[in-house]
Nanobody, 115 residues
């Protein structure tokens, strides 16, 4: 059974940094697409950053140049380094992985950026 556990969220002032981690278990995921989404109150969930099976990355325009997605060598932990945080980055951040065409989600971790 695939399970994802996020960590690293918290409260930070605008301009600060946070590093989110997502640990995947239940398999070896070095060649699986993984990504981070976020959901702000009253808004739909949106893609923040993605990492394809071939290692290519893509980012939402709003975070380009500030956020970096990466994966450890084993492939089972994905990170989201968030710099120069803004109040509009506030939301619940979810990790996702695609396994055999099916998307699995973590429980989410809250990120709050104060102005």
């Amino acid at each position: 059974q695939v399970q994802l556990v996020e960590s690293g969220g918290g409260l930070v002032q605008a301009g600060g940094s946070l590093r989110l981690s997502c640990a995947a278990s239940g398999g070896i995921f070095r060649n699986n697409a993984m990504g981070w989404y976020r959901q702000a109150p009253g808004k739909p969930r949106e893609l923040v950053a993605g990492l394809t099976s071939s290692g290519r990355t893509n980012y939402a325009d709003s975070v380009e140049g500030r956020f970096t997605i990466s994966r450890d060598n084993a492939g089972n932990t994905v990170y989201l380094q968030m710099n120069s945080l803004k109040p509009e980055d506030t939301g619940v951040y979810y990790c996702t992985i695609v396994v055999r065409g099916y998307g699995y989600w973590g429980q989410g971790t809250q990120v709050t950026v104060s102005s």
